[in-house]
């Protein structure tokens, strides 16, 4: 079906953009557990569908409430209430979720998946006690397969927010929206969302809207409408398909080495992809000992990350590493 949404002038100067880590969660989640090789998302899938499966989490409470298709609760998806929220701001807002819109919401997941998992229906029953537990499992989840990739698709949807947020300035709401997604058009003034399977209205969506770019969405648009909340459009970012690219090699490895050191620079290059200490020390060579203490002066230098995965930590390059290795 068409949905239309329509904009008064406030509408329009509450137009927003938010870079959310929540939106990235769910989607994220399905695509790992579909079991389907993905033509972009393949090399992290790679990386990280065997972690998920040895921590649980591919069969948890989370699991649950992200079914292979259809509708995700929405107290999952809270209003970004800052351009770009830390994902602590995201869960303290699910923890405050009101008991009756956890049962709403799952209500709402029970009618369209024929009933509720184990999990969910314990959630139902105690919403306050288990949503702590649900936000512990998000924690996991996050640490686990996107923490230690934030920083490169945080770069994706920072460089999609510039490109639109530019174009909506220098060329009107007309531009940006009927370039957003080829289910999304603007006529007259209204926003137009085809495919959409239920109705939208100003009356019921609330004010203005909040468009968020993800990475993990796959080609479509999804919404979230829940008043009093402006209502929210997640679109396939810009930029997605060279995601997991290899990066060009460095030119500058020599002179970063005269500052960092050899080993200390080997072990940045080596860290294109998250890894281990086990992992780098058998790519390099380099005792397991002096792998640590490197990777600890790294990440006192913040050039370094650490995201633990189950039994193992992963390592990986902040944007600080990545702009001192670039060609």
Known sequence: MLAELVFSTSDLAQVRFAVSPMWEVGPSLRLLRSGCAHPVHQPWIGQVRPRLAAAGLDRGGLAELVPPAGYVPDFLNPAPASPAPALA???ARILATPAAQVRQDLDRLADEQGGLGPRSRALYAEPRIRLARVVEEIEGYWQLALAPYWARVRGVLDADVFHRARKFAEQGPGRLFNDLH???????????LDRRQRDLSRETAGTGLVLIPSAFTGPVTFTRVTPPEPPQLAYPARGVGSLWEPRP??????????????S????????ETPASTTDLARRTGLSRAGVSQYLTALRDAGLVSAHRAGRSVLYARTAAADSLLAP
């Open 249 to 262: 090699a460095t030119t500058r490895t020599d002179a970063l080495a005269a500052v960092l050191g050899r």
């Open 264 to 271: 200390r620079t080997r072990l940045l290059a080596e860290l």
């Open 182 to 192: 080829p289910s999304v058009s603007w006529t007259d003034d209204a926003l137009r």
């Open 89 to 91: 701001q995201e869960l």
